[in-house]
């Protein structure tokens, strides 16, 4: 099945930093999404970005399908930022989940 | 609109005893989705149904689980003997349909079994 890779596993920032994570499949997939899990636990959905680039405020997010990698973008982080972040794949609507990204946005 | 609601928000339970999981998917959303996430197997797919029929339930880890779907809403998961292993967050997720596959979660189920 699909292994999903995320990079870094976890990242530490000042306010106002910017950062970029990672996600790389190890097979094509036509469904690649990214979530935002908060400290209470609350799955978002930030981005349905199978293939181009997508911004939403601070956020943006690319992916390049032919070489099995997507980029989040995150800037001028802000504390409300903290939380892990997953990206999640798959051929079909079904998602395989990356282990995620903890990030930890210090005031 | 409200989004997907579970209940209940926190379930303890002793080895042995069965459970039962709600969910209430996005109004009007015919795609409906359970995960697990754990400390030791992170998110994992469970089951997807369209409607009230599941055309994948790949992910469902022994015959103990079960879900069903009625009313093209409405879904229960199922953990009958529960053992220890079986702790964890059950998420549920809808999209509006098979073909739109922006996945919108509810906020878990924590599963404790003792």
């Known amino acids: 099945g699909i292994q999903v890779e995320q990079s870094p596993p976890d990242l530490i920032l000042q306010e106002g930093a910017n950062s970029t994570l990672r996600c790389n499949f190890s097979?094509?997939?036509?469904?690649l999404q990214w979530f935002h899990q908060n400290p209470w636990g609350q799955l978002i959905n930030l981005f349905y970005?199978?293939?181009g680039t997508k911004q939403n405020g601070r956020l943006s997010a690319t992916t390049v399908a032919t070489e099995r990698y997507s980029l989040l973008y995150i800037s001028s982080s802000q504390t409300t930022d903290s939380g892990v972040y997953f990206c999640a794949g798959g051929a079909t609507n079904k998602l395989i989940f990356g282990t995620g990204t903890l990030l930890a946005v210090q005031p | 609109g409200a989004g997907v609601s579970q209940s209940p928000s926190n379930k303890v339970t002793e080895k042995g005893k069965d459970v039962e999981l709600r969910c209430d998917p996005i109004?009007?959303?015919?795609?409906l989705y359970w995960y697990r996430q754990s400390l030791g197997q992170g998110l994992e797919f469970l089951i997807y149904?369209?409607?009230?029929?599941?055309?994948?339930k790949s992910g469902l880890p022994s015959d103990r689980f079960s879900a069903e779907r009625t009313g093209g809403s409405v879904s229960t998961l199922t953990i009958q003997r529960t053992q220890q292993e079986d702790s964890a967050v059950y998420l549920c997720a809808s999209s509006t349909d098979s073909r739109a596959w922006t996945q919108y979660f509810g906020p878990g189920t924590r599963l404790l079994v003792l």
């Open positions: 970005i199978p293939s």
């Open positions: 109004s009007g959303h015919t795609a």
């Open positions: 149904f369209q409607g009230n029929s599941a055309p994948d």
């Open positions: 097979d094509s997939v036509n469904n």
